[in-house]
T-cell receptor, first 113, second 114 residues
Framework: NAGVTQTPKFQVLKTGQSMTLQCAQD?????MSWYRQDPGMGLRLIHY???????DQGEVPNGYNVSRSTTEDFPLRLLSAAPSQTSVYFC????????????FGPGTRLTVT | AQSVTQPDIHITVSEGASLELRCNYS??????LFWYVQSPGQGLQLLLK??????LVQGIKGFEAEFKRSQSSFNLRKPSVHWSDAAEYFC????????????FGGGTRVLVKP
């Protein structure tokens, strides 16, 4: 099992560019989510999905889109990058129904200049 | 809306000494509480969790936490720290029907002196 994988590990974008952060899990988890981590603020939930075809907004969704076409993949799209989106992004997954541990990927460090 | 406060941004502790990290939460219903650890450059790893039952929960790496409803607290403890415990620790409360939507505190960075 690879667990939760994220690509790329590092990315630099210019303001206004778009990109997709990839997240995949091989544990057949129903629940997947994206967080951003900023110094002193912990992790904040961006979007989450309770299963293929179902997504919803978290605490800080503006500027980000998600889709969930398969159980395994949950990409995060930045439509028009802004310096305020400079952050470390973590994807997580869990079994879903009931209270289960969330497994986190290694993160993507994004810098927007 | 739920919230989590970790009052200590940094804690320095000597190797072999005890460690206690504070966590206070605000949530209208029965909380699902978690402690995660993040080593430098890594993702988060679950240390322990509380859903119901015994208010003293044991986790991995020798950590334990105590849920105190009257104080809205879920403090993390370890009797004797090792140099490998140097990391950032996050307390989180889970919301939603399955507690999956986590709200994190700001984190406490632990430094271990030899």
């Amino acid at each position: 099992n690879a667990g939760v994988t994220q690509t790329p590990k590092f990315q630099v974008l210019k303001t206004g560019q778009s990109m997709t952060l990839q997240c995949a899990q091989d544990m057949n988890h129903e629940y997947m989510s994206w967080y951003r981590q900023d110094p002193g603020m912990g992790l904040r939930l961006i979007h989450y999905s309770v299963g293929a075809g179902i997504t919803d907004q978290g605490e800080v969704p503006n500027g980000y889109n998600v889709s969930r076409s398969t159980t395994e993949d949950f990409p995060l799209r930045l439509l028009s990058a802004a310096p305020s989106q400079t952050s470390v992004y973590f994807c997580a997954s869990s079994y879903g129904q009931g209270i289960y541990e969330q497994y986190f990927g290694p993160g993507t460090r994004l810098t927007v200049t | 809306a739920q919230s989590v406060t970790q009052p200590d941004i940094h804690i320095t502790v000597s190797e072999g000494a005890s460690l206690e990290l504070r966590c206070n939460y605000s949530y209208g219903a029965t909380p699902y509480l978690f402690w995660y650890v993040q080593s430098p450059g890594q993702g988060l790893q679950l240390l322990l969790k509380y859903f119901s039952g015994d208010t003293l929960v044991q986790g991995i790496k020798g950590f334990e936490a105590e849920f105190k409803r009257s104080q809205s607290s879920f403090n993390l403890r370890k009797p004797s720290v090792h140099w490998s415990d140097a990391a950032e620790y996050f307390c989180a409360v889970g919301a939603g029907a399955a507690g999956n939507k986590l709200t994190f505190g700001g984190g406490t960075r632990v430094l271990v002196k030899p």
